[in-house]
Structures are given as structure tokens and as C-alpha cells.
T-cell receptor, first 118, second 113 residues
Framework: DGGITQSPKYLFRKEGQNVTLSCEQNLNHDAMYWYRQDPGQGLRLIYYSQIVNDFQKGDIAEGYSVSREKKESFPLTVTSAQKNPTAFYLC?????????????????FGPGTRLTVL | AQSVTQPDIHITVSEGASLELRCNYSYGATPYLFWYVQSPGQGLQLLLKYFSGDTLVQGIKGFEAEFKRSQSSFNLRKPSVHWSDAAEYFCAVGLYNFNKFYFGSGTKLNVKP
């Protein structure tokens, strides 16, 4: 089955540590995204990538870093510079350019990773 | 700046009653519009989407939404709510040829037996 996987489901981090959240998709999608979700605030975009080896900052990129070395993978690192990292993190993908207009903008979401800083 | 507003944070309806969740957006042109549903601790699932054409769109699980250009709204409706519909619902706006989404803050739906 095609889809998006995120691991781990739950992650605990001590203050001052960097942690990396995994996101893998086998949908052959060009674009991938990372969102942060906090209660009552909806989803906020951290980083997105429209193509391999390229990515752009979203609205709340400070304290986070990403890489896009492979089309199917878009890992997110939460660094010690992120002041309040406890949140639910969602990864998404979309077909991106080159596909039909009607599938261009639809995003497909993974199951999420809950990060807690101890 | 683009924005998506869901004015209702929480809504409680009785099982079998009708439902309408409100969504308003702010954008200069007609965007792509989406409704997603999220169960606790899960990812988001697409309910329906509007790109163009008929302004009343049908989605999964018996949901529908109507795009009203004059009101910049895209409200989600269901004629008869089931207990399994209890979840959080997000409205989202996608911009053509610009691969980003803007999400509303969500509406939590509780269903009374």
C-alpha cells in the first residue's frame, strides 16, 4: 500500500539534545512538508521541499533543520535551539508540479510523531 | 496575507442531528479549498476538496461543502451526524501554482448520544 510513514510515534527528548523525526513516502510525490500542531493553533508550516535537494523555510523554521537527499525521505531535526519543541509533528506530501491540476495541491498526511521534552 | 478562519472552536451536536462547520478565507483569487478530519493522535484525512466547477462538493463519510464566493466561505455540512464523526475538523486553503497550504485552527466536534 502507498502511503506516508512517520517514526517514531512517540519521542522523548532531554533539554539540550537534538532529535530527528523520520518521514518516508512511497507515493512518488515530489513535494514534502513538515507541520507542527499545538492545541488550538491548527497546523503551522515548518519546512517544505518541492524537489530533491531543495527546501524552503515555512512560517516557524527557527530551531529546526531538514534535508531532502532522496525523493522518498524528508527527515526533520529538532535542535536544542528550538525553545518549546513539545508538540505533535505531522509530515505530508503532495504530487507537486508535473501532475494533473486536480491532484496538484492535495496533501496526504502521515500519522504524526508526538515529541515531548523532559 | 492569506488566512483561514474557523470561528467555532468546539461544537456539540446530538447524534442524528445536522451539522454545519464554518470556514472563511481571505485571499484575492479563488483558492483551492479543502476539509480534513483528524481523530485524536492521528494524522489528517481528506474529506473533500474544491477546485472549480460545481460549488457544492461531495466528500467521504456523507459530508458535503458549499463554496460561496461572495462570502469567501466553504462550510462543511452533514445531514445526520454519527457518533463516529466526533473528531477535529480543519479547513485549508491551497494556492494555485504555489505549493503551500494555510490551515484554520480547527473545530472540535463532540457528538452526544
Amino acid at each position: 500500500d502507498g502511503g506516508i510513514t512517520q517514526s517514531p510515534k512517540y519521542l522523548f527528548r532531554k533539554e539540550g539534545q537534538n532529535v530527528t523525526l523520520s518521514c518516508e513516502q512511497n507515493l512518488n510525490h515530489d513535494a514534502m512538508y513538515w507541520y507542527r500542531q499545538d492545541p488550538g493553533q491548527g497546523l503551522r508550516l515548518i519546512y517544505y521541499s518541492q524537489i530533491v535537494n531543495d527546501f524552503q523555510k515555512g512560517d516557524i523554521a527557527e530551531g529546526y533543520s531538514v534535508s531532502r537527499e532522496k525523493k522518498e525521505s524528508f527527515p526533520l531535526t529538532v535542535t536544542s535551539a528550538q525553545k518549546n519543541p513539545t508538540a505533535f509533528y505531522l509530515c505530508a506530501s503532495s504530487p507537486g508540479q508535473g501532475n494533473s491540476r486536480y491532484s496538484y495541491n492535495e496533501q496526504f498526511f502521515g500519522p504524526g510523531t508526538r515529541l515531548t521534552v523532559l | 496575507a492569506q488566512s483561514v478562519t474557523q470561528p467555532d472552536i468546539h461544537i456539540t451536536v446530538s447524534e442524528g442531528a445536522s451539522l454545519e462547520l464554518r470556514c472563511n478565507y481571505s485571499y484575492g483569487a479563488t483558492p483551492y479549498l479543502f476539509w480534513y478530519v483528524q481523530s485524536p493522535g492521528q494524522g489528517l484525512q481528506l474529506l473533500l476538496k474544491y477546485f472549480s466547477g460545481d460549488t457544492l462538493v461531495q466528500g467521504i463519510k456523507g459530508f458535503e461543502a458549499e463554496f460561496k464566493r461572495s462570502q469567501s466561505s466553504f462550510n462543511l455540512r452533514k445531514p445526520s451526524v454519527h457518533w463516529s464523526d466526533a473528531a477535529e475538523y480543519f479547513c485549508a486553503v491551497g494556492l494555485y501554482n504555489f505549493n503551500k497550504f494555510y490551515f484554520g485552527s480547527g473545530t472540535k466536534l463532540n457528538v452526544k448520544p
